[in-house]
């Protein structure tokens, strides 16, 4: 099975820290994977905070997370400050990408912890139905 690659885009949308907390260490004693979808899920909503939007409220739409691929490098611990840049990938009609490269610095070198993507979809939850990336959102998955 080959391995997966996330390759990241070149247009870097903001960057955001999260510290490491207890509770997202595994018995391995380093970050476990399922804690990765929880600070990939905080950093996102840190990005949409900068731009005053909630995941509930985004320009009149809400957002579900259609999927989501991490692709681990090296191991986080406890109390490491993780910094997460969050750049604009693919934007469709209905949906859109972000890619996340989430790192750490020690001993002033910067390590690559994890890759990941994830693929958002608009959503009217009164209607229940998908609908179009507002066009308040698009300039700025476009402008960055």
Same mark, same amino acid.
């Given at each position: 099975?080959?391995?997966?690659?996330?390759?990241?885009?070149?247009?870097?949308?903001?960057? %955001?820290?999260?510290? %490491?907390?207890?509770?997202?260490?595994?018995? @391995?004693? /380093?970050?476990? *994977? *399922?804690? =990765?979808?929880?600070?990939? /899920?905080?950093?996102?909503?840190? =990005?949409?905070?900068? *731009?005053? =939007?909630?995941?509930?409220? %985004?320009?009149?739409?809400?957002?579900?997370?259609?999927?989501?691929?991490?692709?681990?490098?090296?191991?986080? /611990?406890?109390?490491?400050?993780?910094?997460? +840049?969050? =750049?604009? @990938?693919?934007?469709?009609?209905?949906?859109?990408?972000?890619?996340?490269?989430?790192?750490? +610095?020690?001993?002033?070198?910067?390590?690559?912890?994890? /890759?990941?993507?994830?693929?958002?979809?608009?959503?009217?939850?009164?209607?229940?139905?998908?609908?179009? %990336?507002?066009?308040?959102?698009? +300039?700025?998955?476009?402008?960055?």
């Amino acid at each position: 099975m080959p391995r997966l690659k996330i390759e990241l885009p070149k247009s870097i949308l903001t960057t %955001v820290f999260i510290p %490491v907390r207890i509770t997202d260490i595994n018995f @391995g004693n /380093h970050v476990g *994977n *399922n804690a =990765f979808v929880e600070i990939i /899920h905080e950093s996102r909503v840190q =990005f949409l905070k900068q *731009n005053g =939007f909630t995941e509930m409220e %985004v320009a009149g739409t809400s957002l579900i997370m259609s999927e989501l691929s991490v692709e681990f490098k090296n191991e986080a /611990h406890y109390n490491d400050l993780l910094e997460i +840049k969050i =750049f604009s @990938g693919e934007i469709l009609r209905v949906s859109f990408e972000l890619f996340y490269e989430i790192s750490l +610095k020690k001993n002033n070198q910067e390590i690559i912890i994890a /890759h990941a993507k994830t693929g958002m979809v608009c959503y009217n939850k009164t209607l229940k139905k998908v609908e179009a %990336v507002p066009e308040k959102l698009k +300039k700025i998955l476009e402008c960055q």
